[in-house]
């Protein structure tokens, strides 16, 4: 059974930083594309951050450099090192897996098999 628990979610202040952690397991994790999503109130769920089974990172176009996905094939982690917080990032921040055999991330929802429970992420203007 494939469990993705994310944690490091809170509220933070304009300006500032956090780390969202996915935890996977049931899953050879090196074979997923991992990436993370975030919805907004009133929002559809949107791209954030993808990273291949072997590191190729991509990025949604608001990100604009703010933010760093990386994972750990070893700890079967993937994290979320957001900077420069602004108040628009505030969201419920989702992780999600998909089956890749490629170097390659996707940016759409359909293209994820399983996904957390999300952690919630609120900065303060």
């Known amino acids: 059974q494939v469990q993705l628990v994310e944690s490091g979610g809170g509220l933070v202040q304009a300006g500032g930083s956090l780390r969202l952690s996915c935890a996977a397991s049931?899953?050879?994790?090196?074979?997923?594309?991992m990436a993370w999503f975030r919805q907004a109130p009133g929002k559809e769920r949107e791209f954030v951050a993808g990273i291949s089974g072997v590191g190729s990172t991509y990025y949604g176009d608001f990100v604009k450099g703010r933010f760093t996905i990386s994972r750990d094939n070893i700890k079967n982690t993937v994290s979320l090192e957001m900077n420069s917080l602004e108040h628009a990032d505030t969201a419920i921040y989702y992780c999600a897996a998909d089956l890749s055999y490629s170097d390659y991330a996707g940016r759409a929802l359909w293209e994820y098999e399983y996904w957390g429970q999300g952690t919630q992420v609120t900065v303060s203007s």
């Open positions: 049931g899953l050879t994790f090196y074979n997923y594309a």
